[in-house]
């Protein structure tokens, strides 16, 4: 059976010369897959700085013919400063998302992790914009594919942190504008029903791997509505009721 | 009778029989009906409902708010008709689906007046002190039209594909929050069916508001204070079968439920 062992090479190279390859991945399972993820991050050379979470609607995993969630890293480097642009020139084929993140205030690892418990060990939330960028052309991919790509893990920008106090995540309302203009809109719940719920799964995930979510560290919790390409001059922004906005100009 | 009466009378059959008609406005009928045409059919067909039902206007109902709606019928404004009381249901009601053709549901928020307001020039700042507060409300459609093949003419004047409105009864006042921000999940038999939030409503509820007071404005229709408007759906309408429980749970608003059954009245 084939190990793919050669997967996070071409990947590694798909980045740095920013050319997509063919997802080509047939046999590869989930479990191997995350595998391929870590010696794609090695090979990168850029340690970890926040953890994202893809394919987190139910639309999104009936699409993709899949019945779970998928999780990467955004590796140093890729945070978009307040008052920076997004270089879109240094990816392949850049989309944007909406999304709210957790900053955890707590270690949390185990199988049994509860969305409960991760509102318990969250110390603040933000709203976010998570940048795309799938290294198989045309975002064409499968659940294993896109794991080892990372789960297409390229840019973020984040707005400021808010604590959780007096907020339902599932109802906060979230609206999507793409150079002033009304994208898409959604609530919390379009995140596996609950964006807590989806920290839930990432921890529990980690625990089959022997690892936890540590304290400090910021998760995105997946997308609310569906990614949307962008280009050089477009301006990004998200809006999320209670928590605040963040806004993210693309340049060349 | 003129042809727009006759008209009416058919769509008010077809609603009546439950037996849905061809589009006004199919390439192959010769008709020429444009849009004032349609808003006089839709007017006739108010009348009809009256005489039959009894009840009175006690709102309005915003359609095709949302921009892929608009891009479908290849319009660049909603639609609108007046919500009768006949047609209107509490939150927890028991819609009978024998008793219409093809429904859909979509949340929305209903925003209440307190104040008349009379176009034109209403800003939707004089809109937001017009409004005493909004209400979680749950509109379900209808088309008289066969396989919902609707044009804009045949939306509006088939009551802007109006069927039942539900409502929930606590108006939430406008104080310290953003309708267009406010979140919605409606779930389906408990599970998550689609979210949005308020700016899916032609970008602000509050907005809608004036639009549809300027657009009334012509025709010497003022909103009432105690009227309601429905603002438009905040996620795509979806069908709904016998036994489904629909429920819209908002930020601020509270929830809405509506029943489905088929046969029992």
């Known amino acids: 059976m084939n190990d793919y062992a050669d997967l996070p090479r071409r990947l590694a190279d798909a980045i740095t010369t920013r050319t997509a390859i063919s997802p080509d991945a047939d046999e590869l399972t989930v479990s191997r897959a995350y595998e391929l993820q870590d010696e794609l991050i090695s090979l990168l050379g850029r340690a970890p700085v926040a953890a994202k979470l893809g394919l987190t609607s139910v639309a999104k995993q009936q699409q993709m013919n899949v019945d779970e969630p998928a999780y990467g890293w955004l590796l140093q480097g890729s945070h978009v400063e307040v008052g920076n642009e997004l270089a879109c020139g240094e990816l392949i084929q850049p989309r944007v998302e909406p999304e709210i993140a957790f900053l955890m205030g707590r270690d949390l690892e185990g199988p049994d992790v509860t969305a409960t418990d991760v509102l318990r060990a969250t110390e603040a939330v933000l709203p976010a914009i998570d940048v795309l960028d799938s290294r198989y052309a045309g975002y064409w991919f499968t659940l294993p594919a896109v794991v080892a790509d990372n789960v297409s893990s390229a840019r973020y920008a984040v707005g400021n942190p808010v604590p959780l106090s007096q907020i339902d995540l599932r109802l906060v309302g979230c609206v999507f504008e793409v150079d002033g203009r009304l994208v898409a809109t959604a609530a919390g719940a379009a995140i596996l029903d609950h964006p807590a719920a989806a920290v839930a799964w990432f921890v529990r995930a980690l625990a089959l791997r022997g690892r936890r979510l540590e304290a400090g560290t910021l998760v995105l919790a997946g997308a609310m509505t569906a990614a949307v390409p962008v280009s050089p001059g477009q301006v990004v922004r998200a809006t999320i009721d209670r928590i605040g906005s963040v806004e993210l100009r693309c340049g060349p | ?265």
């Not at chain 2, 039902?53 to 608009?70: A, E, F, H, V």
């Not at chain 2, 069908?239 to 509270?254: I, K, N, S, T, W």
């Open chain 2, 1 to 265: 009778m003129t042809n727009h009466e006759s008209i009416a009378e058919v769509l008010h059959h077809a609603m009546r029989t439950r037996q849905p008609i061809a589009p006004l406005t199919s390439p192959e009928s010769s008709s020429s009906l444009d849009v004032d045409d349609a808003y006089q059919i839709q007017q006739e067909m108010v009348r009809l409902i009256l005489d039959a039902d009894g009840g009175r206007p006690i709102g309005y109902k915003l359609g095709l708010t949302s921009k892929p709606m608009q891009e479908m019928l290849g319009v660049d404004q909603p639609d609108y008709a007046p919500v009768l009381s006949s047609m209107v249901f509490p939150d927890g009601h028991t819609v009978d689906l024998d008793r219409y053709i093809q429904p859909r549901v979509e949340a929305e928020i209903a925003l209440v007046l307190g104040e008349d307001l009379t176009g034109p020039g209403v800003t939707p700042m004089q809109a937001w002190r017009a409004v005493d507060g909004a209400v979680a409300a749950i509109e379900m459609v209808d088309s008289r039209i066969q396989d919902w093949k609707i044009g804009l003419v045949d939306t509006i004047s088939d009551l802007a594909s109006s069927a039942a409105t539900i409502l929930a009864s606590r108006v939430v006042p406008l104080d310290g929050w953003d309708p267009r921000l406010t979140g919605m999940v409606v779930s389906r038999n408990g599970r998550v069916a689609d979210s949005g939030a308020g700016a899916a409503a032609l970008g602000d509820p509050v907005g809608a508001v004036a639009w549809l007071a300027n657009t009334l404005a012509p025709y010497g229709v003022t909103l009432e204070a105690g009227w309601f408007v429905m603002t438009g759906a905040l996620h795509r309408a979806f069908p709904v079968e016998a036994g489904d429980v629909v429920r819209a749970d908002f930020d601020r608003l509270g929830s809405v439920t509506v029943h489905f059954t088929r046969g029992q009245s």
